[in-house]
């Protein structure tokens, strides 16, 4: 029985480095559209991945919770661990400015942007930095990045499932 490799990783994140023969769902849309993917492959071991381990875990939970007899588990260290280990992998077109860093990009122009109008048009401007601030704090602690979630919908971002 070959194991399954499925990758949760952004797209953009994907298409730059992956295991060849894997299979990208990002965690952004794992219920909705990886769920369906992941009922088909009931029997087989899967491996779940991301980059260091814990957004793969979050793939976990969310396969437990459906009470399905699915036998996944995460690749701890992730695909970092992977390529210390002197597994292959396959370097992709990663073009595109990885998500995290747009989200980085994303949050820096709106603290300027809101320093700038709190400066220019007084202090109730100063919900825009703290907002900010808010979010990239509850990102951190739990690993749950709203704003990465809204930037991997816009148009460069688009979600191609695809296998490695």
Do not use: H
Request: hydrophobic share 45%; aromatic share 8%; proline share 5%.
């Amino acid at each position: 029985m070959n194991q399954v490799i499925i990758d949760v990783r952004e797209p953009d994140e994907f298409q730059s480095e992956y295991i060849e023969g894997s299979i990208n769902i990002p965690l952004s849309e794992f219920e909705r559209q990886g769920m369906p993917i992941i009922k088909q492959l009931i029997g087989k071991p899967i491996l779940i991945m991301c980059q260091s381990g814990r957004r793969a875990e979050i793939a976990v939970a969310i396969i437990k919770k459906t009470n399905a007899q699915i036998n996944a588990e995460v690749f701890s260290g992730g695909i970092l661990k992977w390529k210390e280990q002197g597994n292959s992998i396959v370097s992709g077109s990663g073009k595109k400015i990885p998500l995290f860093r747009q989200v980085f990009i994303a949050a820096g122009l709106m603290v300027l942007v809101g320093g700038w109008a709190v400066f220019s048009f007084g202090s109730s401007f100063i919900f825009i930095p703290v907002l900010v601030g808010a979010g990239l704090t509850m990102a951190g602690l739990t690993g749950f990045c709203p704003m990465a979630i809204v930037l991997s919908k816009m148009p460069w971002n688009r979600l191609r499932i695809r296998t490695g």
